[in-house]
T-cell receptor, first 112, second 114 residues
Framework: GENVEQHPSTLSVQEGDSAVIKCTYS??????FPWYKQELGKRPQLIIDIRSNVGEKKDQRIAVTLNKTAKHFSLHITETQPEDSAVYFCAAGGGSNYKLTFGKGTLLTVNP | SAVISQKPSRDICQRGTSLTIQCQVD?????MFWYRQQPGQSLTLIATANQGSEATYESGFVIDKFPISRPNLTFSTLTVSNMSPEDSSIYLC???????????FGSGTRLTVV
């Protein structure tokens, strides 16, 4: 089955700096790579996703890049703000069974 | 985007009892997924619930412990049976609205077993 590795497990940045979180996956059949933000006590919220037919997608301060050859994808947050502080999860899947496998998460702290 | 209603939002249960969690979606979906999130951990898929067929369970999860129903395309239930303190977790349902907004999660059920 699919295996997703996520790094780093914790990340602390100063407000205004950029943050990068990286994930690798193992199953070449995976074609869907979403990123979720989970604030304390709340459900995971989809913030951006990318499908295997594109290499990069951007939505305001958030961007995701995908390298299918190397089986890795990354989340980039620019101009970080304190409200970006949360746990971020990457996931991979969407193959024939449509299920997602999640990384272990990254606790992002943005210091004012 | 899909609206998912999940209930109960939380419960405290005695060991040895069972709890049924409900998940209602405002649109028809082919697949519904049940996840478990233990405190401070990631999300682990329990099973995939398809309408009209048996649920597909992931390694480490069995039907006797986590029976699932999927009576129609907008509703599913997950039962946590014969509970022990190790079952204390957040349980979330998720659906995939293909081509719309990806996978969306319900608000979760925070289960504490005492």
């Amino acid at each position: 089955g699919e295996n997703v590795e996520q790094h780093p497990s914790t990340l602390s940045v100063q407000e205004g700096d950029s943050a990068v979180i990286k994930c690798t996956y193992s199953d070449s059949a995976s074609n869907y790579f979403p990123w979720y933000k989970q604030e304390l006590g709340k459900r995971p919220q989809l913030i951006i996703d990318i499908r295997s037919n594109v290499g990069e997608k951007k939505d305001q301060r958030i961007a995701v890049t995908l390298n299918k050859t190397a089986k890795h994808f990354s989340l980039h947050i620019t101009e970080t703000q304190p409200e970006d502080s949360a746990v971020y999860f990457c996931a991979a899947g969407g193959g024939s069974n449509y299920k997602l496998t999640f990384g272990k998460g990254t606790l992002l702290t943005v210091n004012p | 985007s899909a609206v998912i209603s999940q209930k109960p939002s939380r419960d405290i249960c005695q060991r040895g009892t069972s709890l049924t969690i409900q998940c209602q979606v405002d649109s028809q979906v082919t697949m519904m997924f049940w996840y478990r999130q233990q405190p401070g951990q990631s999300l682990t898929l329990i099973a995939t619930a398809n309408q009209g067929s048996e649920a597909t369970y992931e390694s480490g999860f069995v039907i006797d412990k986590f029976p699932i129903s999927r009576p129609n395309l907008t509703f599913s239930t997950l039962t946590v049976s014969n509970m022990s303190p190790e079952d204390s977790s957040i349980y979330l349902c998720s659906v995939d609205i293909q081509g719309l907004d990806g996978y969306t999660f319900g608000s979760g059920t925070r289960l504490t077993v005492v």
